[in-house]
């Protein structure tokens, strides 16, 4: 989420992103270290997604459309449905009947669409 956040802020720049500029965003965000090879590993995963597209002859990347809805997407979904909730729905042992439906209903959205786009790996 930390990751995705940060990308967001990278969505309209023109000149894109280099990867401690990234990395500068997301380690305040997790709140704990985040080195080098970890942001490597994640830009390639991204990129290879089609999250992001590296600018030929740099070492900085531009967000996709796609990226960038998706960073949109996962910020939104976070922000305004599972930080509120997830408070609410930790303490209880069991959520309302209600509460499990919508949120498997949202879990099966989310995985069809991230199936649509290609995002998760098949299993």
Request: net charge positive; charged share 20%; no cysteine.
């Amino acid at each position: 989420m930390a990751l995705l956040a940060a990308l967001g802020q990278y969505g309209l720049q023109l000149h894109g992103f280099r990867n401690r500029d990234l990395r500068r965003l997301v380690e305040p965000l997790l709140g704990s270290p985040y080195t080098t090879s970890q942001m490597t590993y994640d830009l390639r995963r991204l990129r290879r997604r089609g999250l992001i597209a590296r600018i030929p002859g740099t070492h900085r990347y531009l967000l996709t459309p796609l990226g960038l809805r998706v960073a949109y997407l996962f910020t939104k979904l976070y922000r305004r449905l599972l930080q509120p909730a997830w408070a609410k729905l930790l303490p209880a042992p069991l959520a309302p009947l209600p509460v499990r439906r919508a949120l498997r209903t949202l879990d099966q959205h989310l995985d069809q669409l991230f199936t649509n786009q290609r995002l998760l790996e098949a299993a």
